[in-house]
């Protein structure tokens, strides 16, 4: 797996598909699908770890979250918290990281 984050509108979608071409597994706007198993009760790390094993070579898009106020709302809180988890154990899983700024991805793992 590949795991491409920053914040939003920085131009991560555009890099990959430029970088990886039309064939790429891509995963775009994962921070999304993190509110989305949260409303479902799901584990978002536990259903990350499922989809590495069953899609070894997607490239993941997420926004990052957590750099910014801390929400007042507590459901928002705990979805800024869940995806920077999520996003911490999709860099262990992955075998690249990039962090996307300006459209310029710079690779930190």
Same mark, same amino acid.
């Given at each position: 797996?590949?795991?491409?984050?920053? *914040?939003?509108?920085? %131009?991560?979608? !555009? #890099?990959?598909?430029? !970088?990886? %071409?039309?064939?790429?597994? +891509? #995963?775009?706007?994962?921070?999304?699908?993190?509110?989305?198993?949260?409303? /479902? %009760?799901?584990?978002?790390?536990? =259903?990350? @770890?499922?989809?590495?094993? /069953?899609?070894?070579? #997607? &490239?993941? &898009?997420?926004?990052?979250? %957590?750099? *910014? +106020?801390?929400? $007042? /709302?507590? @459901?928002?809180?705990?979805?800024?918290?869940?995806? *920077?988890? !999520?996003?911490?154990? $999709?860099? =262990?899983?992955?075998? @690249?990281?990039?962090?996307?700024?300006? *459209? &310029?991805? &710079?690779? +930190?793992?």
């Amino acid at each position: 797996m590949k795991l491409y984050f920053g *914040g939003a509108w920085q %131009g991560k979608e !555009t #890099l990959v598909r430029k !970088t990886h %071409g039309p064939e790429a597994k +891509i #995963l775009p706007a994962y921070h999304l699908r993190v509110r989305e198993q949260l409303r /479902e %009760g799901q584990d978002p790390v536990k =259903e990350l @770890e499922r989809l590495v094993k /069953e899609e070894p070579e #997607l &490239i993941l &898009i997420c926004d990052e979250v %957590g750099c *910014g +106020i801390v929400p $007042a /709302e507590a @459901e928002e809180e705990r979805y800024r918290e869940a995806v *920077g988890r !999520t996003l911490c154990r $999709a860099a =262990e899983l992955s075998d @690249e990281v990039f962090r996307v700024q300006c *459209g &310029i991805g &710079i690779r +930190i793992k």
